[in-house]
């Protein structure tokens, strides 16, 4: 099997996760402070300008708690039911072990070009998609890039953090919340992490129901919505994440 990949031990994140938890939390609480302290001086100011230059500042720690949440480690990785079974039939076992640095050795891709199964999938790739596929198999390449046909999906997206980090430093500062306060606010946030390996297929489902950026009332409810399931080890871990069944 010809596998190129950063590959990540689901194992040893998990064992891993409260000092991950730990280090991220401290992080994110002390811009949270920075940016409460900036929202508290702001409502007290009676210079509009000055007021203007702090409310600046508060945007740009969102922005920088928004790109740090983006290139988080996956401490809460999940795998959508058909990608496991797909993933399986190209020799990846469990996606759970591998980024999306991941790449198909192309001998396993060529093998399946005419199972039904894979062609499930390939035959609705878009048209995108389907060009870079066909390059790699022109080019006799040794690999081709897992996101050609599936997509390394932040489940609890960037906009939605955004929303709630933007909507959290608001309320912390209009609360007079306490440090003890802002930090148990900021682990709640942290820990709703959520990255699935699914389809590409399934995510062209979820952008043409209008889930790319927001999924109301949550990413679950948009999963299920798209059709979209966990697979069963990846139900497991969704409980151990979250504590409760998916």
Do not use: M, R
């Given at each position: 099997m010809n596998l190129q990949n950063k590959e990540i031990s689901m194992e040893t994140i998990l064992k891993n996760k409260e000092n991950l938890l730990t280090g991220r939390i401290e992080y994110f609480t002390e811009l949270?402070?920075?940016?409460?302290?900036?929202?508290?001086?702001?409502?007290?100011?009676?210079?509009?300008?000055v007021k203007q230059i702090k409310s600046m500042l508060v945007t740009e720690i969102i922005t920088m708690l928004t790109a740090s949440w983006r290139n988080t480690l996956p401490f809460n990785l999940f795998v959508s039911e058909k990608t496991?079974?797909?993933?399986?039939?190209?020799g990846v076992d469990d996606l759970?072990?591998?980024?999306?640095?991941?790449?198909?050795?192309m001998d396993e891709v060529a093998s399946l070009v005419d199972d039904p199964d894979f062609l499930a999938v390939a035959s609705h790739l878009s048209e995108q998609d389907v060009a870079k596929l066909n390059k790699a198999l022109a080019k006799d390449d040794k690999a081709v890039n897992s996101n050609v046909m599936l997509q390394w999906e932040h489940a609890y997206t960037g906009r939605m953090f955004t929303a709630d980090v933007t909507e959290l430093i608001s309320n912390l500062s209009q609360n007079n919340a306490s440090g003890d306060e802002i930090s148990e606010s900021v682990k709640e946030l942290v820990e709703k992490?959520?990255?699935v390996w699914i389809l590409k297929t399934e995510n062209y489902e979820i952008i043409e129901k209008g889930f790319k950026d927001v999924r109301l009332p949550n990413w679950e409810s948009a999963y299920k919505e798209c059709g979209i399931e966990?697979?069963?080890?990846?139900?497991?871990?969704y409980l151990v994440a979250f504590g409760k069944e998916w």
């Open positions: 949270v402070k920075v940016a409460v302290s900036l929202s508290n001086e702001i409502a007290n100011d009676p210079s509009d300008d496991a079974v797909f993933a399986k039939s190209l759970c072990k591998y980024d999306y640095s991941l790449k198909f050795g992490q959520a990255i966990l697979s069963p080890k990846s139900k497991e871990y």
